[in-house]
């Protein structure tokens, strides 16, 4: 299912469905709703969840703990292998119509296939959009559910994920994406680390 549901107004006693799973990145938390998954957090930005779903459900709502939509099946599949195992969970979050474009568009690409950030700004027809496309990115309250791992620098770097670099390079690797290796930090362009110095021997000419 390549598609966001609109998150419409709810009623108050409608409770938002609170769950916690072991990933290999971590505690993944997730939060859902009748319409779909509407947000996600790894364990270490936990402190994060509640004030998103604050604002989109207003101060009052009810949090409980369950998984309406099966999405820890899902995502033990998925880690097990079976990488289109998150295509059809459904998804319903709030979204600007820019950010909802973007998110379409990464919805598309399939598992074991990268973009770049030019290269979706160039497919809303707006070339020059790169940060914009960026922020929508990052901005995005569905990881994994919304592949935004799947989206990385025209130079081949990792560039952000809103999970941390570190699991956005985990995630492409678990699904086949060859990486280069990082460059190391503190190092300018064009310059050696002490330990790439090939020490030359100069035989000594005697006078």
């Known amino acids: 299912m390549n598609a966001i549901a609109m998150l419409m107004p709810v009623a108050d006693d ?7 799973f072991r990933t290999p990145l971590g505690t993944l938390h997730v939060a859902s709703v009748p319409a779909g998954v509407c947000a996600v957090a790894f364990d270490d930005r936990r402190d994060t969840l509640e004030p998103r779903l604050r604002r989109m459900f207003g ?3 009810k949090f409980e703990h369950g998984d309406p939509l099966d999405a820890g099946a899902r ?3 998925y880690f ?8 059809d969970v459904p998804r319903a979050t709030p979204a600007t119509p820019m950010q909802r474009r973007v998110w379409t568009l990464v919805l598309a690409l399939a598992a074991g296939t990268t973009t770049t950030y030019a290269a979706l700004a160039a497919r809303l027809g707006m070339p020059r959009a790169q940060r914009a496309v960026g922020v929508c990115l990052a901005s995005n309250p569905l990881p994994l559910f919304v592949p935004c791992h799947r989206v990385i620098a025209a130079s081949g770097a990792v560039a952000g994920y809103p999970g941390g670099d570190l699991r956005k390079r985990w995630l492409l690797r678990h699904e086949g994406v060859p990486l280069a290796l990082p460059r190391a930090p503190g190092r300018a362009r064009g310059t050696l680390d002490p330990a790439d110095i090939v020490h030359l021997v100069v035989p000594r000419i005697e006078r």
Do not use: I
Request: proline share 0%; hydrophobic share 60%; aromatic share 4%.
């Open 14 to 20: 409608l409770a938002v469905m609170l769950a916690a």
């Open 59 to 61: 101060t009052f709502q």
């Open 75 to 77: 995502l033990d599949a």
């Open 80 to 87: 097990g292998g079976d990488l289109d195992a998150l295509r």
